[in-house]
């Protein structure tokens, strides 16, 4: 027959039941520790101005996942270059923890340190990757770096492993580039990578988004870029700001379905004759 439990059975399970509890405070406590810390890096290291020139205009949105422990090293950047020109890039990379927003921070200062010495923009990828090879880190990156000369309206890009970005128009043209690309940075040596050259003599926009924005659960990448093109579009038309597009940008990342990170940068060129 089943035995009598006695009283201090009871105290034993009420003891290891709040001991329990306790080590799943202390792990909450510490997951909520490390996400605050790799938001606290990514924040830190996102610019916090972007470069000016005549007939440019700059514009950038982030939104950092703030559930569980899905913080990632999504990133952009913008920023001048001794020639005048302006360097432009915008990544992910791969893993959602603390070493992958610190990784984030050691490609971003990596592009912006070579971008001085690199011929352009697919040398800077090849050099970058380079260095993160040497660096012996098991993560990697995916990235697209742009060149723009304000002068010229030329847009010089390379991709490592990115997804396209999407060009409109104010004659009502649009696309999603589909150039040559190669792999991301920190996965093999010796790449090279392609670069292509855009320009835009109507006025109109460039948008480079991370995966966040257009690829989900609820969202294919297709469509996604899609939903871009069609914003893109719009705004070159109607001729709005370059903040606005990617504020409606950001906002139609809500669709994706998930709660990956977020990035968005907007290029903004003006009709010659143009303000």
């Known amino acids: 027959m089943p035995r009598k439990r006695s009283p201090d059975d009871g105290d034993e399970l009420l003891v290891r039941l709040g001991s329990l509890t306790a080590q799943a405070r202390q ?7 490390q996400v605050e810390l790799a938001i606290a890096l990514q924040r830190g290291m996102l610019p916090r101005d ?19 422990l899905n913080v990632g090293g999504d990133w952009y950047d913008a920023f001048a270059m001794p020639d005048g020109r302006i360097g432009l890039s915008i990544g992910d990379v791969q893993g959602h923890n603390i070493e992958a927003a610190a990784f984030m921070g050691q490609v971003r200062a990596g592009l912006r340190a070579l971008a001085s010495v690199a011929g352009e923009p697919g040398e800077l990828l090849t050099r970058t990757n380079d260095l993160l090879l040497s660096l012996g880190s098991d993560l990697f990156a995916t990235c697209t770096f742009m060149r723009l000369d304000p002068a010229s309206g030329v847009l010089e890009s390379a991709r490592a492993g990115h997804i396209p ?9 649009s696309g999603i580039v589909e150039d040559e690309g190669g792999p991301p940075l920190g996965v093999q040596h010796g790449v090279r990578y392609p670069v ?6 109507g006025g109109g926009v460039f948008v480079l988004v991370t995966d966040g924005v257009v690829e989900g659960p609820s969202l294919h990448i297709e469509d996604g870029l899609d939903q871009v093109m069609r914003l893109a579009g719009i705004a070159a038309v109607a001729g709005l700001e370059a903040h606005a597009l990617a504020g409606a940008v950001i906002k ?5 379905g998930h709660e990956d990170d977020a990035a968005v ?11």
Do not use: C, I, M
């Not at 792990?27 to 520790?33: I, K, M, V």
């Not at 970005?165 to 043209?173: L, R, S």
């Open 265 to 275: 940068l907007v290029v903004g060129l003006d009709a010659p004759g143009g303000p």
């Open 50 to 68: 972007l470069p000016s020139a005549s007939g440019v205009h700059l514009a950038v949105r982030y939104a950092p996942a703030n559930l569980g």
């Open 196 to 201: 292509t050259r855009h320009r835009v003599t």
């Open 252 to 256: 139609g990342a809500e669709s994706v």
């Open 165 to 173: 970005f999407v060009w409109a128009t104010a004659d009502g043209k």
């Open 27 to 33: 792990r909450a406590e510490l997951q909520r520790t």
